[in-house]
Protein backbone atom coordinates (compact mmCIF):
# COMPACT_ATOMS: atom_id res chain seq x y z
CA UNK A 1 0.00 0.00 0.00
CA UNK A 2 1.59 3.19 -1.23
CA UNK A 3 -0.07 6.90 -1.03
CA UNK A 4 2.65 9.34 -2.59
CA UNK A 5 1.64 12.96 -1.85
CA UNK A 6 2.78 16.18 -3.57
CA UNK A 7 2.43 19.58 -4.62
CA UNK A 8 3.24 21.09 -0.90
CA UNK A 9 5.15 24.61 -1.06
CA UNK A 10 5.62 27.75 0.09
CA UNK A 11 3.08 30.35 -0.77
CA UNK A 12 2.16 34.33 0.15
CA UNK A 13 -1.38 34.84 2.06
CA UNK A 14 -4.11 34.63 -1.09
CA UNK A 15 -1.76 32.21 -3.11
CA UNK A 16 -2.96 28.60 -4.32
CA UNK A 17 -1.58 25.12 -4.07
CA UNK A 18 -2.64 22.04 -5.76
CA UNK A 19 -2.26 18.57 -3.65
CA UNK A 20 -2.23 15.59 -5.63
CA UNK A 21 -2.43 11.95 -4.29
CA UNK A 22 -1.49 8.68 -6.22
CA UNK A 23 -2.31 5.31 -4.69
CA UNK A 24 -1.80 1.93 -4.97
CA UNK A 25 -1.64 -1.41 -3.71
CA UNK A 26 -5.41 -1.19 -2.56
CA UNK A 27 -9.05 -1.20 -4.70
CA UNK A 28 -9.04 2.45 -4.45
CA UNK A 29 -12.72 2.85 -5.23
CA UNK A 30 -13.46 1.15 -2.40
CA UNK A 31 -11.96 3.95 -0.15
CA UNK A 32 -13.34 7.22 0.73
CA UNK A 33 -10.21 9.57 0.32
CA UNK A 34 -9.48 12.44 2.86
CA UNK A 35 -6.93 14.96 3.23
CA UNK A 36 -5.91 15.96 6.99
CA UNK A 37 -3.42 18.54 8.34
CA UNK A 38 -1.26 19.00 11.70
CA UNK A 39 0.36 22.27 12.25
CA UNK A 40 3.12 22.57 14.95
CA UNK A 41 1.97 21.94 18.37
CA UNK A 42 -1.70 21.37 17.48
CA UNK A 43 -4.03 18.00 16.65
CA UNK A 44 -4.69 16.74 13.58
CA UNK A 45 -7.23 17.73 11.56
CA UNK A 46 -9.42 16.20 9.16
CA UNK A 47 -9.61 18.64 5.86
CA UNK A 48 -11.44 17.45 3.68
CA UNK A 49 -13.18 14.33 2.43
CA UNK A 50 -14.80 12.65 -0.71
CA UNK A 51 -16.95 9.50 -1.16
CA UNK A 52 -15.72 6.77 -2.60
CA UNK A 53 -17.88 7.42 -6.31
CA UNK A 54 -16.57 11.14 -5.82
CA UNK A 55 -20.22 12.45 -5.58
CA UNK A 56 -19.99 13.38 -1.69
CA UNK A 57 -17.82 15.67 -0.04
CA UNK A 58 -16.55 17.24 3.65
CA UNK A 59 -14.74 20.53 4.30
CA UNK A 60 -13.37 21.74 7.51
CA UNK A 61 -15.59 24.39 8.24
CA UNK A 62 -12.62 26.89 7.71
CA UNK A 63 -11.84 25.98 4.35
CA UNK A 64 -15.01 26.12 2.98
CA UNK A 65 -15.12 28.15 -0.07
CA UNK A 66 -11.42 27.89 -0.46
CA UNK A 67 -10.66 24.50 -1.30
CA UNK A 68 -11.72 21.71 -3.40
CA UNK A 69 -11.54 18.72 -3.40
CA UNK A 70 -11.66 15.88 -6.07
CA UNK A 71 -10.19 12.09 -7.49
CA UNK A 72 -10.05 10.38 -10.20
CA UNK A 73 -10.78 6.74 -9.65
CA UNK A 74 -9.21 5.57 -13.08
CA UNK A 75 -6.08 7.13 -12.03
CA UNK A 76 -6.03 6.24 -8.54
CA UNK A 77 -5.23 9.81 -7.44
CA UNK A 78 -7.18 12.32 -5.20
CA UNK A 79 -6.08 16.06 -5.53
CA UNK A 80 -6.64 19.15 -2.93
CA UNK A 81 -7.12 22.56 -4.74
CA UNK A 82 -5.98 24.95 -2.34
CA UNK A 83 -7.15 28.70 -3.22
CA UNK A 84 -6.89 31.92 -1.53
CA UNK A 85 -4.41 30.34 1.59
CA UNK A 86 -4.33 31.99 4.52
CA UNK A 87 -0.86 31.60 7.03
CA UNK A 88 -3.12 29.59 9.40
CA UNK A 89 -3.53 26.85 6.84
CA UNK A 90 0.15 26.43 7.69
CA UNK A 91 0.85 22.83 8.46
CA UNK A 92 2.03 19.26 6.99
CA UNK A 93 -0.99 18.00 5.10
CA UNK A 94 -1.58 13.79 5.11
CA UNK A 95 -3.94 11.99 2.35
CA UNK A 96 -5.13 9.02 3.57
CA UNK A 97 -7.55 6.25 2.67
CA UNK A 98 -10.85 5.24 4.73
CA UNK A 99 -12.36 1.75 3.86
CA UNK A 100 -15.89 2.83 3.85
CA UNK A 101 -19.51 0.80 2.05
CA UNK A 102 -20.79 2.84 -1.20
CA UNK A 103 -23.63 4.41 1.03
CA UNK A 104 -21.51 5.34 4.24
CA UNK A 105 -21.83 8.95 5.00
CA UNK A 106 -18.63 11.18 4.24
CA UNK A 107 -18.88 13.60 7.22
CA UNK A 108 -18.94 10.41 9.21
CA UNK A 109 -15.94 8.89 7.45
CA UNK A 110 -14.10 12.19 7.68
CA UNK A 111 -14.23 12.70 11.06
CA UNK A 112 -14.79 10.05 12.69
CA UNK A 113 -13.37 6.70 11.34
CA UNK A 114 -9.92 6.06 11.57
CA UNK A 115 -8.33 6.31 7.84
CA UNK A 116 -6.91 2.52 7.46
CA UNK A 117 -3.80 4.12 5.16
CA UNK A 118 -1.67 6.94 4.93
CA UNK A 119 0.61 8.98 3.21
CA UNK A 120 3.42 10.72 3.95
CA UNK A 121 2.98 14.63 4.84
CA UNK A 122 3.70 17.21 2.17
CA UNK A 123 4.40 20.42 3.83
CA UNK A 124 2.27 23.53 3.33
CA UNK A 125 3.72 26.78 3.85
CA UNK A 126 1.67 30.22 3.79
CA UNK A 127 3.83 33.32 4.57
CA UNK A 128 4.73 37.03 3.56
Known amino acids: VQLQASGGGSVQPGGSLRLSCAASGFTFSHYAMGWFRQAPGKEREAVSC????????YYLDSVKGRFSISRDNDKRTVYLQMNSLQPEDTADYYC??????????????????????WGQGTQVTVSS
Open 96 to 117: AAVRTILSYDINRACVEKEPDH
Open 50 to 57: VSRGGRST
